[in-house]
């Protein structure tokens, strides 16, 4: 299993930044992929952007040119530059990790950070 601790979020204006980290512990697989999601009130959990151990990226369309994702391997964390940020941004942020196991794909995910974005 690994543990995922989030920081970062909080509160900011529109227009504003903020940049979340995501510190990943554990039994860490070699080939796994680390994303961030999102989950705002009364709607589904959504993928926002996520980073191979390669360093291959994929982004939701609403982020593309906004949002960046970053990771630091020998850390073991994945960051979200978020710039431009929008009211619509406003949910609880998640981290994610994807990890080969064997033959077998397993995922873990953190407790979540909350971004608030005021108009």
């Known amino acids: 299993q690994v543990q995922l601790v989030e920081s970062g979020g909080g509160l900011v204006q529109a227009g504003g930044s903020l940049r979340l980290s995501c510190a990943a512990s554990?039994?860490?697989?070699?080939?796994?992929?680390m994303g961030w999601y999102r989950q705002a009130p009364g709607k589904q959990r959504e993928l926002v952007a996520t980073?191979?151990?390669?360093?291959?990226?994929n982004y939701a369309d609403f982020v593309k040119g906004r949002f960046t994702i970053s990771r630091d391997n020998a850390k073991n964390t994945v960051y979200l530059l978020m710039n431009s940020l929008k009211p619509e941004d406003t949910a609880v942020y998640y981290c994610?990790?994807?990890?080969?196991?064997?033959?077998?794909?397993?995922?873990?995910w953190g407790q979540g950070t909350q971004v608030t974005v005021s108009s």
């Open positions: 980073i191979t151990n390669g360093g291959s990226t």
């Open positions: 994610n990790i994807g990890m080969l196991a064997g033959s077998r794909w397993v995922e873990d």
């Open positions: 554990g039994r860490i697989f070699s080939f796994n992929t």
